[in-house]
């Protein structure tokens, strides 16, 4: 989780420091009439120019960052999208003011240029000099927000994977995947109608997001009331990541059981099935693109959600799962069964999970 965030970061002001050198070097409309007076040519030949695109690809970088992790905070992710473009964009323009402002005293304050030259930027700033940093730093700032936002919605790597064409002939993995369902969906719709029922849910996945953030997990789809997440065989079971998540989401729902009777008079119960083995994954579509899997483990999985009612369990596995995650202090599993599941032919040895450790609530 760490990596993928210092990776952001990095990235981020890097593509700040990038945006602000190309400014510099092709914005001749906003810094014209510098140049026709003279005032810029001393600016550039002493070299102090680089330090300012430096100082502010990193602060206008960090500002970005933090705006963008407070507007997902769970207040604001329920909102509409419109209310938090222009969340958002006030905020930029605030953090580009800012930026300017500190860079303006900074460099007077270390004398990093002449008083003469201070002036002569001050006497020179026009409208057109405004407005070509504003309309230069609007583009960058939607076309970075763009890319995130394609980055979120295929998850982290993916969107990496599809440009890179890493899926593009199918290629085999090892992957741990667990179907989480909503239990009495089909009572509880009939009983909140489809709009309050489309709202319980949602309410259920914003309280599933930072769980999923936290342990390493990526959204393979959303069906319904059903969440389909998924991880790599070694950060799925670092620290038992896979079985953590579903735990302390069962958690974080008992804890808000108050809130949830309030408003619907129900508090949401998920169960869930989970498998490890090799699936195959691939790009499939042409008018949506997305990457696909396919193997048995999902079968398996799905039809070991199924079997939770049955069993009156939470979390079923199979053997493979259990096997990898037998030795912790933080699960036990219960032996239920090895009949053969519905569809298949061959015997299955399955486990219920049972938690050592309590969650917080």
């Known amino acids: 989780m760490m990596k993928l965030k210092l990776r952001e970061w990095l990235v981020t002001i890097l593509a700040f420091i990038i945006a ?8 001749y409309f906003g810094v014209e009439n510098f140049f026709r007076n003279g005032a810029i040519k001393d600016y550039f030949e002493s070299n102090v120019w680089h330090l300012e695109v430096i100082i502010s690809g990193i602060l206008l970088g960090i500002l970005f960052i933090l705006i963008n992790q407070l507007t997902e905070k769970q207040v604001f992710r329920k909102r509409s999208f419109g209310f938090n473009i222009i969340l958002k964009s006030a905020l930029y323009l605030i953090a ?29 700033l026009s409208v057109n000099f405004l407005s070509s940093a504003l309309i230069y730093y609007t583009s960058f700032i939607l076309l970075l927000n763009f890319i995130l936002y394609i980055n979120k919605k295929f998850g982290p790597d993916l969107l990496i994977n599809l440009l890179t064409g890493k899926y593009y002939h199918p290629k085999n993995e090892e992957l741990i995947f667990l179907f989480l369902d909503l239990k009495d969906s089909t009572t509880l719709a009939e009983k909140l109608g489809h709009k309050k029922y489309s709202t319980f849910i949602k309410e259920c996945i914003h309280e599933l997001t930072p769980i999923i953030q936290k342990y390493n997990a990526r959204v393979y789809q959303y069906v319904g009331d059903e969440i389909v997440l998924f991880w ?6 670092h620290q038992q990541n896979c079985l953590n998540t579903f735990f302390e989401f069962v958690a974080t729902l008992k804890k808000r059981k108050d809130y949830y009777m309030s408003k619907y008079g129900e508090v949401p119960l998920f169960k869930a099935g989970m498998d490890l083995g090799v699936v195959t994954a691939t790009e499939i579509g042409d008018i949506k693109r997305e990457i696909a899997f396919h193997g048995d483990v999902l ?11 049955e069993f009156n369990e939470k979390l079923i596995v199979t053997q493979h799962v259990a096997d990898q ?29 049972v938690p050592l450790l309590h969650f917080k609530e």
């Open 325 to 353: 995650s037998r030795f912790n202090e933080k699960y036990k599993f219960q032996f239920l069964s090895d009949i053969p599941l519905k569809g298949k032919t061959e015997n299955i040895r399955f486990y219920a999970v």
């Open 299 to 309: 079968n398996t999985a799905a039809r070991l959600e199924k079997k939770c009612n």
């Open 232 to 237: 790599g065989k070694k950060e799925g079971f």
């Open 20 to 27: 602000l050198y190309m400014y510099t070097l092709f914005s």
């Open 96 to 124: 580009f003011v800012i930026v300017c402002g500190l860079i303006f005293h900074l460099f007077s304050f270390f004398k990093l240029v002449t008083e003469e030259q201070l002036a002569i930027f001050q006497s020179l």
